[in-house]
């Protein structure tokens, strides 16, 4: 009875990650096209119109870091950071326990330096929520959003790094148990 429940609690637990990550992607290419769309806009309207509506920058700015920030996300639980791998190639070639190590070490300090980060973002965020700011040229637009979705990022942020190192840690042990199972023959 409790193996259904843990199996249902996981199958639940994966499909909200599966709900999350797609919401995620929906808000790049959205954010993404709203900003290819403003840009445009305001290219015809300089150049061939010859009729400057100055807001249209400043939205597309906006837009623009809204979604890169949840993009931070999105890369996350890709895994599409870029990465220096000349040294771990060196290091880790040919040795998948050693490989595992260091992914395992990898992740552990991704979320140290994330777990650092969080709280100037969190009291940044409630600082933008007591004390909302509007935009200059867009006024009715609330930039305090950004500060709030800079949390919230770094939040996903922190989610996916800890899916992805707990899948790390699972490899790193059946790695060694395979690595112990094949010194000790019985």
């Known amino acids: 009875m409790r193996e259904i429940q843990v199996s249902h609690l996981k199958a639940i637990l994966k499909s909200i990650l599966n709900g999350v990550q797609a919401t995620e992607g929906i808000i790049c290419a959205l954010g993404l096209m709203i900003t290819t769309l403003l840009i445009f806009a305001q290219v015809v309207n300089r150049y061939f119109l010859h009729f400057e509506i100055m807001w249209f920058s400043d939205l597309a700015l906006y837009v623009f870091v809204f979604f890169m920030l949840i993009a931070a996300a999105v890369a996350t639980w890709r895994e599409g950071h870029v990465a220096v791998e000349f040294l771990r190639d060196r290091i880790v070639r040919g040795r ?44 009715w637009f609330n930039t305090s959003w950004l500060q709030i979705t800079l949390a919230i990022a770094l939040l996903l942020v922190l989610v996916h790094l800890l899916v992805i190192a707990r899948r790390d840690i699972a490899e790193l042990a059946r790695r060694l148990r395979n690595a112990s199972s094949s010194r000790n023959p019985q």
């Open 96 to 139: 998948p326990v050693v490989g595992a190590v260091y992914r395992v070490l990898l992740d552990v300090m991704s979320i140290a330096a994330l777990c650092a980060i969080l709280p100037p973002a969190y009291r940044f965020m409630r600082r933008a929520m007591k004390y909302p700011e509007y935009g200059t040229l867009v006024r």
